[in-house]
């Protein structure tokens, strides 16, 4: 199979089954899933012979793999979200900062070493405890720290471009800061930034996994895949698997994106040698 | 030497401040202040008053900020919104408990992936190699709650071999401690191995490919020796920072471990405190974190200092 006119690995292929599935979902979940996101069909944690299900019941009676299903779209989107709103403002300075330099530079890279000196998840923790959660709040603080990550890496990728030819040429056109961002550095430096992109989703997507894990992240009632782990963690004690499903659905979805990442990294590797 | 010694020593110091601003900053600045948060909706507007005079509220920030800081240094945390009780009382004996796990899992992790980093590099594609890059990219891909899962259903369940919440308390004796800490203590290695393996085996590779150890191999030296006496103590450098990072990052996995096996530790109270919205507690807690954090890299990157020969000796 190829892709983008390059042969696709068998790790990719398999990255990217996963990836289309998780999408596929994400989208049709209120037309495959057998029962509603909420719907309570049965007893706690049924197995899936005695309830007739997939994957059993969860911790109040629901369908696992229907709300598996919503929990995709809920999960998925609000990473894609995030990790979207985190590049806008990653590449917006980062290539602000590359092309006018001087004091510009100086005061956002400052910023930047500021912001990373804490553990991501610590910062976040302290914004949670004052804004509260709610799900605008954990966009808006997940995407403003991982963005730091984008100011680096679009920073170092602009920096190579701003010294050619045809960016000079632009500039002495006396074309404005703004142009010669999205017109000259954009298209350049997109390449290394797509495989950026399918990395920093791994990691927003996991963030958010971990937060709605400890309970203050996408709350109630929305189906979310950290969420059910915890809710269905219970189960665990007398032997059940309920919060391993969700668990490896976030596991899997992670593993697809780092093979498709992989796989991009490598073609562009050989581009260059 | 010593210069550098200094520079960095001051460095890190400058870091830890411009955390606890942050942290400060983050908590006072934005919108809702500790008065409001206190008395919730029996709130009036001569309560919250009387309250703001009596903790000082109306001081300008900065002067509020050095007050908070002297009295931290001072071990004066500040006190719990939820419960009005003194916050180092209740950090004392979780914070104890949070660096006895992490010192358990470091204690495993380090010596066990600089080995098995190094057995990878010596055969370098081999199959073992390849094995631990295919563990990279799981241990990457899987949160830690999947993995702490999948342990407890394995280990503790099925085969019960270790208990599957890990309640410490402070009359157990070591062997006791050391039992239930057990599972928690190897997630936190399969964590946090898999990275400081694939970097040691990089530095070490990176090291290999240089002209003296060619020159090693050539005068027939066995794999091992040119290993070990000539390509380890020069890949020490960036294995140290690996393993700094990735302690430092053990201190941010155990939060979530620590919510997994219910063991009291600082991870847990700082958990609960961001859903009580207990400010206080939080600050406190995130200081303590993000200052070993700071304080790690920085121990880092001194011992890589010192580990480079040519900086070792005076010129």
Redesign the interface.
């Known amino acids: 199979m190829r892709l983008f006119g390059q042969r696709l690995s068998v790790a990719a292929t398999i990255g990217l089954v996963i990836i289309v599935v998780n999408i596929l979902a994400a989208v049709l979940a209120p037309v495959v899933a057998p029962y509603g996101e909420a719907d309570i069909i049965g007893d706690v944690w049924d197995a899936p012979e005695t309830s007739q299900t997939v994957f059993g019941l969860d911790n109040l009676g629901r369908d696992m793999f229907s709300r598996l299903l919503y929990g995709a779209r809920t999960t998925i989107t609000i990473a894609l979200i995030t990790t979207l709103l985190s590049f806008t403002i990653g590449c917006v300075f980062g290539f602000a900062a590359a092309v006018a330099g001087g004091w510009l530079d100086m005061l956002l890279s400052r910023i930047v070493d500021a912001l990373m000196a804490i553990p991501t998840l610590i910062f976040a923790l302290l914004v949670l405890s004052v804004l509260g959660t709610s799900i605008p709040v954990l966009i808006g603080t997940i995407a403003v720290l991982d963005s730091t990550r984008v100011f680096r890496l679009s920073r170092a990728v602009a920096m190579n471009i701003v010294p050619l030819e045809y960016v000079e040429a632009a500039r002495l056109r006396g074309e404005g800061l703004a142009w010669v961002m999205r017109r000259e550095v954009l298209p350049n430096a997109l390449p290394p930034l797509i495989a950026e992109f399918g990395l920093r989703f791994c990691f927003t997507f996991l963030f958010i996994a971990a937060l709605s894990f400890l309970g203050l992240g996408i709350q109630p009632p929305f189906a979310d895949w950290g969420g059910m782990v915890r809710d269905n963690a219970q189960a665990i004690s007398f032997g059940g698997i309920a919060p391993l499903i969700p668990a490896a659905a976030i596991a899997i979805l992670t593993i697809g994106v780092n093979l498709v990442v992989d796989w991009i990294l490598s073609i562009h590797a050989a581009r260059r040698a | 030497m010593l210069a550098l010694l200094a520079r960095r020593l001051a460095l890190g110091v400058l870091?830890i401040l411009?955390?606890s601003v942050?942290?400060f900053a983050?908590?006072e600045v934005?919108?809702?202040d500790v008065a409001t948060a206190i008395l919730g909706r029996s709130a009036t507007p001569e309560s919250i008053e009387s309250i703001r005079k009596a903790m000082g509220l109306h001081d300008p920030a900065p002067v509020r900020y050095v007050r908070w800081l002297t009295n931290f240094l001072q071990g004066d945390l500040g006190t719990s919104l939820a419960n009005g009780r003194p916050i180092a009382q209740q950090i004392a004996s979780r914070l104890g408990n949070t660096l006895f796990l992490a010192s358990v899992a470091a204690a495993i992790a380090v010596p066990l992936s600089i080995i098995l980093g190094v057995m990878a590099a010596i055969r370098a594609n081999g199959l073992f190699d390849r094995a631990i890059s295919v563990a990279t990219?799981?241990a990457?891909?899987?949160?830690?709650?999947?993995i702490a899962?999948?342990l407890?259903?394995i280990v503790a369940?099925?085969l019960g071999w270790f208990p599957?919440?890990a309640s410490i308390s402070p009359v157990m004796d070591l062997g006791d401690r050391l039992y239930v800490v057990a599972l928690p203590a190897l997630t936190l290695v399969m964590v946090v191995l898999a990275h400081m393996m694939r970097m040691t085996r990089a530095s070490v590779i990176g090291v290999m490919s240089s002209p003296y150890i060619e020159m090693a191999v050539l005068k027939g030296l066995p794999g091992w020796r040119v290993v070990v006496q000539h390509a380890l103590p020069n890949a020490l450098a960036p294995i140290i920072n690996v393993v700094a990072l990735n302690l430092?990052?053990l201190?941010?996995g155990i939060?979530?471990v620590e919510?997994?096996f219910v063991y009291p530790g600082m991870g847990q109270l700082?958990?609960d405190?961001?859903?009580k919205?207990?400010?206080p507690v939080?600050?406190a807690c995130?200081l303590i974190?993000?200052g070993t954090?700071?304080g790690l890299n920085m121990i880092a990157d001194i011992l890589a200092i010192f580990s480079n020969p040519r900086l070792r000796r005076p010129r």
Request: proline share 4%; hydrophobic share 65%.
């Open positions: 870091t411009v955390t942050l942290i983050g908590t934005l919108p809702g990219l799981v990457i891909s899987f949160p830690e709650f999947f899962y999948v407890i259903i369940v099925n599957s919440l430092a990052y201190i941010v939060i979530v919510v997994v700082m958990v405190a961001v859903a919205r207990d400010v939080v600050q995130g974190f993000a954090y700071v």
